[in-house]
């Protein structure tokens, strides 16, 4: 059984940065696509951002190009998302995703059709 972690979420001031990290456990993320989505209370999810695990390829969400970065470490299984000049429209919970969807698609699965999905970890940006 797959299980996805995330951490690193917490209360922040506008234009301060976090690091988001999100953990597999039962396999490697070879041959996956992990992406990164939020969901702000009451609103739609968001997808952020995604990484190829094989070629590194990324893919981000316009409204968080030039903030945002999203990394991997392959010998710990992890990927990250680092987040600068937070804003308080980034207020969300974050969670991760992954599939064996290209990161130019990921954006469109439906959590709950497929891949493997972890809990979330809640990011507050106070202005």
């Known amino acids: 059984q797959v299980q996805l972690v995330e951490s690193g979420g917490g209360l922040v001031q506008a234009g301060d940065s976090l690091r988001l990290s999100c953990v597999a456990s039962?396999?490697?993320?070879?041959?996956?696509?992990v992406a990164w989505f939020r969901q702000a209370l009451g609103k739609e999810r968001e997808f952020v951002a995604a990484?190829?695990?094989?070629?590194?390829?990324?893919n981000y969400a316009d409204s968080v190009k030039g903030r945002f970065t999203i990394s991997m470490d392959n010998a710990k299984n992890t990927v990250y998302l680092q987040m600068i000049a937070l804003k308080p429209e980034d207020t969300a919970l974050y969670y991760c995703?992954?599939?064996?969807?290209?990161?130019?698609?990921?954006?469109?699965?439906?959590?709950?059709?497929?891949?493997?999905w972890g809990r979330g970890t809640q990011v507050t940006v106070s202005s």
């Open positions: 990484i190829d695990w094989d070629d590194g390829s990324t």
């Open positions: 039962g396999r490697t993320f070879s041959r996956y696509t």
């Open positions: 995703a992954a599939d064996s969807m290209p990161a130019d698609l990921i954006r469109n699965i439906v959590r709950g059709s497929r891949g493997y």
